[in-house]
Every structure is written in C-alpha cells, then in structure tokens.
C-alpha cells in the first residue's frame, strides 16, 4: 500500500498561532543540535571510536580470508543506538524543551533514531553515516534553520466542512504545565486548510480524509521562509488499484532531442511534451533575470543595506520558480503515460535515463553562458514508479544509450513492438 502526502496551505492562522508554532519549530532546530550532541558524548564516554575501529579491522580481515578458511563471522560490539542512550535523551530532552508536547517530542526524536541507523555515508559509501561519524570520516548531522513540526492523530482534529465548503483543522503541538497537576495540556489552534487554487487535485482527498474515509499517517507542519506561510503536510494510505494490464507487452520513454519525450508502444512512436519552444522561453526569462539581479546587485555602492539575506531573496525565488515548472511538467508527463499504458493495457516500461545532452537540459540556453538549470531525470523516476506501482505496471530503468551503442537502441526498439 502506498502513502500520499498532501502539502495544504493553513489560512486564516492567528498571530499567537504563527509566534507560537514558530517558536516549537526553533525548538525542533535545537533539538536535532542537542541529539546529535548528546549522540556523540555518549559514544566519546564509552570509547566506541576504538572499539569500533578494531571491529572494521576484524571484518576486514575476515573478508580478505578465502571462503574456505573464513571462520565465524566477526560481530560488532557498538550499537549505534543503545537501548540505554535512548532512555537518557529521553529524559535529558524532556527537561531541555519543556514546552515540546510530549508526542511530538518523541515523534521528532524517531525521525532521528532512523537516519542515524539506517542513513548510508556519503563520503564513505561502504559504510553507514554513524560508523563513519565514529571514526571521524564524516560529519554529524546539525540544523541551522527552523526545522519542520510532526505531529500524528492525537494531536490534530480534522472537522467536517462548514456551510462553504472548508475544510477546519485543530493542531496541539506544545505543553503546558497545570500547577497541582500531573498530566499537562496543550494549545489547540484552529484554522482552515486552503484547497484551492494549485492545491485543489487534492481537494477531494481532504475532503474524505475530514470525513473519516482515510486513516491519517505521520504529519508535520513547515515553514516556508521565503513565502511566509505556514503548509500542513498530511500524509494517508492510498490504497493500490491495479489495472488489467499484460506483463509482456513492453513501452518504452526516452527524452528526445527534436521533442521532449517520446513514448513507443506497439511499434508507435507517440511525442509528448511538444518540442521544447515553452521549456526554452521559461528557462531563458528565468536566467536572464537571474544575471541582471546579479550584475546589478555586483556593480551597487559598496553599502548596499538591508543585510544578505534580503539581497539573495529574489535569487531563492527564481531558483524556485524553476524547480516548481519542472516538476509541474514532470507530474503532467506521468499523468500521461500512465493513462496512455493503461488504457492500451501495457504492463512493462522501459524508462531510458536522461543526459546532458536532452532537449530538456539544453532548450533556451544560453551558448558560453554557465548556469544550474538542468533536469531532474531522477524526480521524474521516483514519480513514475510510484504511479505504475499504483496500477501494477513495472517500470524498468535503462541507462542512456546512442551513437556508438546502435544495438542497445535497436533492441529497445524491438522491445517496443518493432
């Protein structure tokens, strides 16, 4: 069963509902801090650095014997998240964030506990982050800005629509103190959940997660900074819906270089997304704008006031421009190619990876010109794969192949009905 999660805007917030949300998501930004430091005073106390190093150099002794000579397999003796260390951040953070609810504190600190078990290194990809962490080949994790708030069932109430239509939610995410009592309470905020707009494909699913239809799963509240406002991301089941569709019958998605993309299925070449002329006009308006802020920020007085961070905003903006327009057409592109495998009943896709060279990566510009607007190949992967499992269709990757590598093309060719 996959899950959706719907980013809903919060209207119609009161002052004290901003202050104090905001407030808990500092906190939330303090806490990751105090975690992660917690984490490695409670390693550095207990020598896990040597132990651990003496266990890779066991492992990697035994992985260098032949097979047949391999006695047991070596264990290792650090835990990367001890039982013990879990029940004193528990208390130690209780009584550093007083007025974090009780739920969302713990909620918080599971999204922790899973990126630093399960998260893989980057610097040292054989290894996970906490290990390399241990032995100082990698760096912990910290947070600078105001991080977002979860929250789950206990702590939020959807209401049913009002006489127009809007759709209320109530929200607890801090604790208060009652003198003389032992359980504490929290303040409920109240507002409404704008559908609307660029939001309303999900207007139906709100409406039947307030009517009980779906079962809530993890939620959070974010604070988009450039925008000032407040989302409500809640996150449900969707349920699978299979379609009758036959395994070996196989399409095949490539990105073209005169066109966008093109779809074959059946021996038919079907073109999807026009041929480049929007993607081109967009890009070139955004890149132009980009450089004349950036010449004309460069060439002001040497005061030019109002601090960094409000020069580099107009930057953030068309930087964001961008990543909305490409996932905008990406999200139309699988609309169409899953509707497409469907109603011609194919089971198997054969996605070929994008390149530099695409007419998405290099349509509008500029020739000598550098810039950061390429495609995100891997976006429009994750997307389809998440809707064909929807339907039951299997999505297979394929790496790029052309010039020189004339019989890979021609055997997805064939693969496609040719």
Not at 175 to 191: D, I, N, Q, S, Y
């Amino acid at each position: 069963m996959a899950t959706l999660t719907l980013r809903l805007e919060a209207v119609e917030l009161t002052t004290e509902a901003r202050q104090q949300w905001y407030a808990r998501a500092c906190e939330m930004r303090d806490l990751n801090n105090f975690v992660w430091r917690q984490w490695e005073a409670w390693h550095t106390q207990r020598d896990s650095t040597r132990l651990l190093r003496e266990d890779l150099d066991n492992y990697a002794a035994w992985k260098e014997t032949p097979k047949k000579e391999r006695g047991e397999k070596p264990t290792f003796r650090v835990q990367a998240w001890h039982a013990d260390f879990a029940t004193e951040l528990y208390h130690a953070a209780r009584e550093r964030f007083p007025a974090l609810a009780t739920r969302v504190l713990t909620l918080a600190i599971q999204k922790i506990r899973g990126n630093v078990v399960t998260k893989k290194s980057i610097a040292v990809p054989s290894l996970k982050w906490w290990q390399a962490i241990l032995i100082d080949r990698d760096r912990r994790g910290s947070s600078k800005h105001p991080q977002p708030i979860p929250f789950d069932r206990s702590k939020c109430k959807l209401l049913p629509c009002d006489s127009l239509g809007r759709i209320s939610m109530e929200v607890s995410v801090d604790r208060v103190e009652r003198p003389g009592k032992k359980t504490a309470l929290g303040t409920v905020h109240e507002f409404f959940l704008k559908t609307g707009g660029k939001r309303r494909k999900y207007a139906q699913l709100a409406h039947e997660l307030a009517a009980g239809q779906h079962k809530l799963r993890g939620s959070q509240l974010v604070y988009n900074a450039n925008k000032k406002k407040w989302f409500v991301c809640l996150t449900i089941d969707q349920p699978d819906t299979p379609a009758e569709v036959d395994a070996e019958q196989v399409a095949v998605l490539r990105a073209g270089t005169r066109v966008n993309w093109k779809l074959r299925i059946n021996g038919t070449s079907n073109k999807l997304g026009g041929r480049g002329h929007h993607v081109a006009h967009v890009r070139r308006g955004l890149l132009l704008q980009r450089w004349g802020r950036q010449e004309s920020y460069r060439h002001a007085p040497a005061r030019k006031g109002r601090g960094k961070q409000n020069a580099l905003a107009p930057l953030f903006k068309l930087q964001n421009r961008w990543n909305n327009f490409t996932r905008r057409l990406n999200d139309e592109l699988v609309t169409q190619v899953v509707q497409t495998l469907v109603e011609t009943g194919t089971g198997t896709l054969v996605l070929v990876g994008g390149d530099a060279q695409r007419l998405l990566a290099v349509a509008g510009k500029i020739e000598g010109r550098e810039d950061s607007t390429g495609w995100p190949w891997h976006q429009l992967e994750q997307l389809l794969e998440q809707k064909c499992n929807k339907f039951g269709i299997a999505v297979v990757k394929r790496a790029f192949c052309g010039g020189k590598h004339k019989r890979k093309a021609k055997a997805l060719k064939e693969l496609a009905g040719d």
